[in-house]
């Protein structure tokens, strides 16, 4: 039985505008991979359109890096086919493949300095030299280090080097660009300033990415479309803000950071919403197509930016909303994360801080929410604390 | 801060990976050469030199092709073998244990005490290391000797009045001589296995309470187990079977099994009674490695 | 007397020296001790080796320079080193190369059969190999010599180079066949160059260990002589200085080598 992950083959991203319809870049037909002890990936389809920037998204042990060494020929599956621009590639080695990989680890070749790194490849395949040269320079400035080809590895920091990969992977004029987790050493500051740049030559090359992290973060920011994985298999496809707004298990919804996910029963379903018990909150979600019955178990989700708290003492009550009292209190700066205890359980809460009053812990509050916001997420209900 | 310096960057343990495409074939064919070499150098050699411990001698040299234990039984009853054979277990003992300590402390001060002159001090060993074999042997014999720096020393300081004579031509001179000639192999073997030690981990028993002796005991030794079983196992193989030391400084008691083995090869001509002595000696090295083996029990993670 | 000596303790405390930076001293001390002797000694005018010393002379250089024996000695180690650890430079890459990348079974056996050489005392390996060369009838001579300097240093180099090669990231020549490089273009541009320096390394030991050897050397050596071997043949028989400086030059050869190789060395305990 395979998990297909992507609905439609041509489903298209936001690809550069090319005339006819978008070409698979790749294609992943039933791939599964196991090692000595353990199943890598159960059996999988996935299909990446040209131009698009496909991030695979999971914790560590989901089988997002071994899918991509798969897709870069670095690993074999051991079922299914992997096809390239329409190549069955499934049996080609790494280095007959126009992939190429940007790894986690620092992998430039300590002994060449940075121009004669970059420009390996082109020297592999007897570019003529000035050819060659130009083609270095051109890969050094995409990133934005024009003056670094005369410099030795052991010279550059950790955000330089990775850029170094990260030309010399472009230079190698790959047909579709794979990354696995290139910035996770780095600090904070840098990796956003080259989450802005990767995602700059992504729409100067018009290239086809495909990113592995497990930081949810960074695939939401960069991506097109995001594959949340999990245990060797694929829990969903979809564009940042498809996944977001309507995951479609508490997998996805937890490592997506919506932390209130819940198990409830439905008491009663009508005019497009459905009433829910069990959590000690007035609860209504709006009823997905086809509505669940009376009497089942669900399990929802409501987003810590879908609530709102204010001093209980501030207004009066309105529908979609109960008293209720702060537990605890995370000042981040811009955002305010709450714990707030009301009906059964514990809701996490997230606002803007803004210049506003930062309620202390204990302080009773009016926790308010959008109904229209609670999700549904199909299927049965998982246990409520794994899932 | 850099990526790492030099060539090669310290990287977590890793397993060899095959490559996609590694065909089985190869490991065995690149390893023909040296499966041939070490055949004809050192199996082969070491069978026939086995054979020969069962063949009768001639004298000078000769056997006939009679085949018996008589060797064997003439090296485990004849007295002559067993004075010699004791001092090399005794002085292979406790040499290699007293290198073992003496060599621990410079191994942990230069392996975690040290920042910067790490690669000065350990070239400096390999120095004395390499100075020479025997002229090394030949300097104590100057040091230990009736004239020799020690007496001469302490004769002029006046802690004697004659010169010692057990420091040299004794089983104390071999002693001395041999722990100083291994020093130098153990402490870049203990370096060596420290080296896989993360200072951290000795940081980490400090800050819970650990004293300075009781971190080292309870933690380091443990970790780094390989290493201290590596330097008393090839020690003690190395000063027992030593047969130049005992005789250039042994004098008539600290003779040491070595020595009538290479008599019997070079002058006396007795090979099988040799070739037994040999074996017999192999034979208890090989129970005291399994001994030290045991060691490995109280080998830390 | 003790509030001295505590005062002592604590002055040298604040500079950051405790006991073991005395036993360090110490034992430093020692090890060059024979080498101070040796030095000093090499330089005295007399031919008795008693303290003190009475005059200093350069006899005993002029006498070893002098000496076709000790030239011979020199030359004929030199060859049998630089022949040895070409040999053993040969066959331990590609031993040490196998067993680290490919996953085999057998490779402990054959790790444990590479090593087991330097289990065993130099003596057995020396009488050993005599007897068999005399089983086969071949006169000894500095071929017979260098066979068993091969068995002897080939443990040693395959330990050092194995050490080395595991700290060798599998990840450069996976990226090395991402850019598209075939396994000879992978070994060539990107293998052999970083490994290079660590297979000199582990050579230099050879070379060392061959030069030194004495204890196989004993038993292999024919009409021709190693230096250890000429060196011993004058210690043995008498008291003979000139050992003090051909012993020197071997501390300041070794010294000025240890320098030249010290780019190499370093990386191992850095």
């Known amino acids: ?387 | 801060m850099g990526i790492g310096q030099g060539v090669l960057i310290p990287v977590r343990r890793q397993r060899p990976r095959r490559l996609a495409r590694a065909s089985r074939r190869w490991p065995l064919l690149l390893l023909l050469p040296l499966g041939v070499a070490l055949s004809l150098g050192f199996v082969v050699p070491l069978a026939l030199l086995f054979v020969k411990s069962f063949q009768t001698s001639l004298g000078y040299g000769q056997v006939s092709d009679h085949l018996t234990f008589s060797a064997y039984v003439t090296a485990l009853t004849s007295p002559l073998y067993r004075t010699v054979a004791v001092n090399a277990l005794v002085i292979g003992g406790i040499g290699t244990v007293l290198t073992l300590l003496l060599s621990f402390p410079l191994a942990y001060f230069i392996r975690f005490r040290m920042r910067r002159g790490q690669n000065t001090i350990l070239l400096l060993i390999m120095i004395t290391l390499f100075a020479g074999y025997i002229v090394k042997i030949y300097a104590w014999t100057t040091i230990l000797g009736t004239y020799g720096l020690i007496n001469t020393g302490l004769e002029r300081i006046g802690l004697i009045s004659q010169p010692l004579s057990v420091l040299l031509f004794s089983r104390f001179a071999v002693l001395i001589v041999v722990t100083y000639l291994s020093i130098p192999v153990s402490t870049l073997i203990l370096v060596g296995s420290m080296q896989n030690v993360n200072r951290g981990v000795l940081e980490n028993a400090r800050d819970l309470g650990a004293g300075g002796l009781r971190t080292v005991t309870s933690v380091l030794v443990p970790l780094c187990m390989t290493g201290i079983v590596g330097s008393l196992a090839y020690g003690f193989v190395v000063i027992a079977g030593d047969y130049i030391t005992p005789q250039l400084v042994g004098g008539t008691t600290g003779q040491m099994i070595g020595v009538p083995i290479s008599d019997q090869f070079l002058t006396i001509g007795d090979q099988p009674l040799g070739s037994a002595l040999s074996f017999l000696m192999l034979a208890v090295f090989v129970i005291v490695y399994f001994g030290l083996t045991q060691l490995e029990r109280f080998k830390g993670i | 007397m003790t509030s001295a000596l505590a005062r002592l303790r604590r002055r040298l405390r604040r500079r950051g020296i405790g006991l073991l930076h005395v036993y360090v001293g110490l034992l430093l001390l020692f090890l060059f001790l024979p080498l101070a002797v040796l030095i000093v000694f090499s330089f005295a005018a007399s031919g008795q080796l008693r303290f003190p010393i009475t005059g200093l002379s350069l006899r005993w250089y002029r006498e070893v320079f002098g000496s076709s024996t000790v030239i011979d000695g020199i030359l004929a180690s030199l060859g049998v080193a630089v022949v040895t650890g070409a040999i053993v430079a040969a066959i331990g890459t590609l031993a040490a190369v196998v067993v680290n990348r490919y996953r085999f079974r057998g490779a402990g056996v054959v790790t444990a059969v590479i090593l087991a050489p330097a289990a065993l005392p130099g003596l057995v390996i020396g009488i050993a190999l005599l007897n068999f060369f005399g089983d086969l009838h071949m006169t000894l001579s500095l071929l017979t010599v260098t066979v068993g300097h091969v068995i002897y240093t080939l443990p040693f180099f395959y330990l050092v180079l194995s050490a080395r090669l595991r700290r060798f990231d599998p990840e450069l020549e996976e990226a090395a066949t991402d850019m598209g490089a075939g396994p000879l273009q992978r070994f060539r541009r990107v293998t052999a160059p970083l490994i290079s320096p660590a297979i000199v390394a582990s050579a230099f030991v050879v070379l060392a260990l061959s030069w030194d050897e004495f204890q196989i050397t004993f038993f292999t050596i024919g009409d021709q002589s190693t230096l250890p071997l000429v060196i011993w043949s004058r210690a043995r028989l008498s008291i003979d200085p000139s050992v003090n400086a051909i012993g020197t030059l071997m501390v300041a050869g070794s010294l000025l080598v240890v320098l030249f190789t010290r780019r190499f060395i370093a990386e191992s305990y850095s």
């Open chain 1, 1 to 387: 039985m395979t998990e297909t992950g992507a609905g439609v083959t041509t489903r298209a991203g936001n690809g550069p505008g090319s005339g006819s319809e978008p070409r698979a870049a790749v294609a992943l037909d039933s791939v599964a991979k196991r090692f000595a002890t353990q199943i890598a990936l159960h059996p999988l389809d996935l299909a990446i359109t040209e131009g698009e920037f496909v991030t695979l998204l999971g914790p560590s042990g989901c089988g997002k890096t071994t899918l991509l060494r798969i897709i870069a020929g670095l690993e074999t599956p051991d079922d299914g086919t992997v096809t390239i621009f329409g190549t069955d590639v499934t049996d080609r080695p790494a280095n007959k493949r126009p992939v190429n990989l940007v790894f986690q680890r620092v992998t430039l070749f300590p002994h060449l300095t940075v121009a004669e790194n970059v420009g390996f490849g082109p020297r592999l395949r007897r570019m003529p030299r000035q050819q060659a040269r130009d083609k270095v320079q051109a890969a050094l400035d995409l990133v934005r280090l024009p003056d670094f080809g005369d410099r030795q590895v052991n010279e550059l920091s950790g955000g330089q080097a990775q850029r170094v990969a990260l030309a010399r992977a472009i230079a190698n004029d790959p047909k579709v660009l794979l990354l696995d987790e290139p910035l996770s050493a780095l600090d904070l500051e840098i990796r956003r300033q080259l989450q802005a740049e990767l995602k700059d030559i992504h729409r100067r090359l018009g290239l086809t990415f495909v990113y592995v992290t497990h930081d949810q973060e960074e695939a939401m920011s960069m991506s097109d479309r995001v594959v949340v994985m999990r245990e060797g298999h694929i829990e969903q496809v979809g564009s940042p803000v498809e996944i977001y707004r309507r995951p479609r298990s508490p997998f996805v919804a937890r490592f997506l950071g919506m932390s209130n996910v819940f198990v409830a029963t439905v008491a009663a379903v009508g005019d497009g919403w459905v009433e829910l018990d069990g959590t000690g909150l007035p609860l209504r979600a709006p009823a997905p197509a086809p509505p669940p019955a009376a009497g089942q178990g669900v399990t929802a989700v409501i987003r810590p930016d879908s609530f709102e708290v204010r001093r209980a003492t501030d207004g009066p009550a309105t529908a979609d909303s109960v008293p209720g009292d702060v537990s605890d209190v995370r000042f981040i700066g811009s955002l305010v994360h709450y714990r707030v205890t009301a009906g059964d359980r514990h809701w996490q809460v997230s606002a803007r801080a803004g210049s506003g009053e930062v309620l202390p812990e204990g302080t009773s509050v009016r926790l308010s929410w959008r109904a229209d916001e609670v999700i549904l997420l199909p299927g049965a209900p998982g246990p409520a604390a794994g899932g």
